[in-house]
């Protein structure tokens, strides 16, 4: 044969050669104790089988017995390789091995207070061997894909017995935990550090009823305001400023619903009566994309769901209001409601200061303020359930001014009075509708109503004693914002570590920014009934939102979003993408760094004077002239956690820049401004906050609390205010310290102490006088033009320093019934004069003018008396 022949006969064996065997192969193959991979090896040597796989993937020191005789290839390698989990398919001319993906199951459900039914929120359900586990939602939903031979998952939450969970094969479970009546940890905080979200925080009502009290009144606000980066004005009030912004900037949602003024009593209070908060989430940068409408902060708070076994209730008095709840079944397992109500008790106080000031000053004052809450749900099955829940509250202001003359010392003798009734508050409705739809989707539907009014009635009186020709004179301003929202939230879970939200929603919003009426009462009727700036507008927005939180390794979790929102009003559209980006990666040591960018917008402006502590905001709507307000926030952050997880290290750094935010022009007031042209009257300029923060937390054992130092900057720049520079924004607060400690004494006793300390507010003064100019009047008497004052730059000067020590201390002691305790508290111990305004005097013998610093809570004592039953 010749060469060529052997060649083309030799090419044509090659592949007979290679394709010597398939799946009916028989072969021989017996072996003891020997590894797998000796087996593969004898059938390449002796079969030419090959086999292909990566040894960090598949495990095949595993040892084996076999005794194949004359057994098909296919047959073998199952009985070799199926008791181990390994997959073999023929690619080419090689056997590939690899690892079956391991039978999964989900486990979805709720976490519960065993005793009541009350959904935790928060709970941890945590698999020990696959190191995975997953938290609660804000209606204390669960979902955990696991391997379905696992056996049990752990469960905890702060404050209760860990429970183990056996997996029996059901998907759908409900958890119920004990409370404990061990230490419980501090809280406002995230309970993993490592974990938690960016510049987020949990404040737990527990801890906050263990703070110092003003006047009494614990308050979950005052808590917020008492961490780094919140301003609560000059004497501890409610949450005003984050990093920055104005308050009219703050998301404040309760049960979903916006509340679009929170303060009572000129912000020294909240709205939130303490007994009925069940949980609260404080965010000031990082922003969630579910989350939208506001610039600087957000802050959801839930209320108690209600006992569904049994019946109980709170009530207690301070110095400045009484309180109670009631909750309990109204079907045992099925329908409950939860009701609480606040009213404040001044009047004894007021009357005894009316009798005193009535007789010098003719003047009477008086002040109410209240709220109520009420909340019901109803479980039609294991995975549905709908709430139902409702808040109503308002302050009253009355002011009587009063002018008599009698007939023994004047020529025409009168009797005349002013009363002034101011009254403003809130109203909100939530239903919402939680359905699960399958072990790895979550919805939650609602409907929320919100609306907030002001009101002035002003009513003059003039009867003079000679004359039945009296006067009364009527004036009236309002003004009012009403929302109706309609949303969906959904989650999906698809694996561990790894959670999917969305949702689309729509608002109808309602604005009514300052209504003015004039009417006249009197005998002989002079002036014509006058009603002006009744307008209203009627603004619709639509939102789209989704994010995905993945755990994408053990050090690196991402949280990316988008926002999407359109507005309309007038004829007007806006349209906005918001993108959200947050990171968190694990380093050595217990250290985390965090990186987060944040897009805001806000299509509600708000007009205010800020000089004045009246509740007078006029929420309007962005227009052609004035456009919506947005915002971009860079934060860079690093958390540590220390000593058993005993205390806690965050350390952020934040730049913030602002446009479209508005101010008034400075010849410009509320009053005028109110009309249908209110943004004749506006500047729309930018702003811009930069700082850092930094807070040491203590979580654990006897004494707890934390210590926090901000230093920030906050600028405004419009261009006809303060001639087109730039100035420090009226919460630009330089440094500011705060200190919170809690110490548990025995069994019984509770001490808290609170230590605030500011570098002083900005604030403008007068530089100088002049005499004023005016054309002539037919009603001028002649006298001297007023002195009109010559301002500085905006914001040019700063306050005096701003420091206060409030401590507390409170005794609980159970009883059969329940539980009663008395809480002493000492607001401002030191009684130092913090500055709340300032006034120009002038002197009455030298008729110089000076400043005088006004300042309005001394040391203030107070006891409250609380039971539990």
């Known amino acids: 044969m010749s060469l060529l022949g052997r060649m083309l006969l030799g090419m044509l064996l090659i592949p ?40 960090e993937i598949v495990d095949l020191s595993r040892r084996v017995t076999v005794n194949f005789q004359d057994k098909p290839l296919k047959r073998a390698l199952n009985e070799l390789f199926s008791p181990f989990d390994i997959r073999f398919a023929r690619i080419g001319e090689q056997i590939v091995l690899t690892v079956k993906k391991p039978s999964t199951i989900t486990i979805s459900g709720y976490v519960q207070d065993v005793r009541n039914g009350e959904r935790l929120i928060g709970a941890t359900i945590y698999s020990p061997i696959q190191q995975t586990g997953a938290t609660t939602n804000q209606y204390g939903f669960f979902s955990l894909t696991i391997p379905k031979d696992t056996n049990s998952l752990c469960v905890s939450y702060i404050g209760y017995h860990p429970q183990r969970l056996c997996i029996t094969g059901k998907s759908f479970v409900i958890v119920g935990l004990q409370p404990s009546n061990s230490l419980r940890e501090f809280t406002v905080s995230d309970t993993t550090q490592s974990k938690r979200q960016m510049s987020a925080l949990h404040v ?77 989430d404080f965010y000031k940068g990082g922003f969630p994309a579910r989350y939208a409408g506001r610039l600087s902060s957000v802050i959801d708070i839930s209320t108690k769901d209600g006992d569904m076994k049994e019946y109980h209730g709170e009530a207690s008095a301070g110095v400045i209001a009484v309180r109670g709840m009631v909750e309990g079944p109204i079907t045992k397992d099925k329908t409950s409601f939860v009701v609480s109500a606040r009213r404040s008790i001044l009047e004894p106080v007021l009357n005894s200061i009316n009798e005193r000031i009535q007789d010098e000053e003719g003047t009477k004052v008086n002040l109410v303020f209240h709220d109520v809450n009420l909340k019901i749900n109803h479980i039609f099955s294991p995975k549905d359930r709908l709430y139902f829940s409702s808040y109503f509250g308002n302050d009253n202001l009355g002011l009587t001014l009063q ?24 109203k909100t409705f939530a239903l919402r509708w939680n359905h699960v739809f399958n072990p790895k989707l979550f919805v939650n539907t609602t409907l929320n109503y919100s609306q ?68 006249d009462y009197s005998q002989s009727k002079t002036l014509l009934d006058t009603s002006y700036n009744k307008t209203t507008s009627v603004g619709g927005e639509v939102l789209l939102y989704a994010e995905d939180d993945w755990t994408i390794t053990d050090a690196l979790r991402v949280n990316i979003g988008l ?165 420090p924004y009226n919460y630009d607060g330089r440094h500011d310290i705060k200190v919170m400690l809690m110490q548990q004494v025995g069994k019984r006793w509770e001490l808290a102490a609170n230590w605030h300390f500011n570098s002083g507010l900005p604030m403008t003064l007068p530089v100088g006088s002049y005499e004023g100019i005016s054309d002539p009047s037919p009603y001028d008497g002649g006298g001297n033009y007023p002195v009109l004052d010559r301002l500085s ?72 008396f609380s039971i539990k039953f």
């Open 16 to 55: 007979l050669q290679v394709l010597g065997w398939d799946w009916h192969t028989r072969i021989t193959v017996t072996v003891t104790n020997q590894p797998l991979s000796v087996i593969c090896g004898q059938l390449e040597s002796q079969y030419g089988i090959h086999f292909s796989y990566s040894r």
């Open 204 to 280: 737990s009502p527990a801890d906050v009823k263990s703070m110092p009290r003003l006047l009494g009144e614990s308050d979950v606000m005052r808590a917020i305001a008492t961490l780094p980066g919140v301003s609560g004005g000059v004497d501890g009030g409610t949450v005003t400023s984050v990093r920055g912004g104005g308050s009219y900037q703050n998301l404040i949602l309760l049960d979903g619903s916006p509340v679009f003024n929170s303060s009572h009593l000129f912000g020294l209070f909240s709205v939130f009566n303490p007994d009925i908060v069940k949980s609260a």
């Open 403 to 426: 002018n008599n003359a009698d007939s023994t010392t004047a020529a025409n003798p009168f009797k005349e009075s002013t009363v002034t009734r101011l009254n403003w508050g809130n």
């Open 452 to 519: 907030y009014y002001f009101n002035i009635d002003y009513n003059y009186y003039y009867q003079p004693s000679k004359s039945s020709d009296s006067i009364h004179l009527y004036g009236q301003y309002y003004s009012m914002v009403k929302d109706i929202m309609f949303r969906t939230d959904a989650e999906f879970i698809p694996g561990p570590n790894h959670i999917f939200k969305f949702g689309a929603g729509g608002i109808i919003h309602k604005f009514n920014p300052g209504v003015s009426a004039f009417e």
């Open 563 to 727: 926002h999407g929102s359109g507005f309309l009003v007038k004829g007007k559209s806006f349209y906005s993408l918001q993108p959200r980006v947050q990171a968190r990666y694990q380093l050595p040591d217990h250290w985390t760094f965090l990186l987060g960018y944040t897009h805001m917008n806000q299509y509600l402006h708000v007009l205010s004077e800020s000089n004045t502590s009246l509740p007078m905001d006029l929420w309007v709507p962005s227009t052609k002239k004035v456009g919506p307000m947005f915002s971009r926030q860079v934060t860079l952050g690093v958390n540590k956690t220390m000593n058993d997880k005993r205390y806690a290290l965050s350390l952020e750094a934040y730049y913030k820049s602002m446009k479209n935010v508005i101010e008034y022009r400075d010849d410009s007031k509320i009053f005028n401004s109110a009309s249908k042209d209110w943004e004749d009257y506006v500047e729309t300029g930018t702003g811009t906050s930069y700082g850092g923060e930094v807070m040491l937390e203590k979580k654990k054992g006897k004494l707890r609390g934390w210590i926090g130092y901000t230093l920030s900057w906050s600028y405004r720049r419009f261009p006809n205010v303060n001639n087109g520079q730039s100035y």
């Open 793 to 864: 730059n905006r914001n040019q000067y700063r306050s005096t320093v701003i420091h206060r020590l409030d401590l507390s201390a409170t005794h609980t002691k159970p009883k059969p019934w329940g539980s009663r305790s008395w809480t002493i508290s000492l607001f401002n111990v030191y009684n130092h004069a913090n500055p709340f305004m300032y006034s120009l005097v002038t002197d009455k013998q030298n008729q110089k003018r000076y400043l005088q610093e006004i300042s309005i809570l001394p040391i203030l004592p107070s006891v409250t």
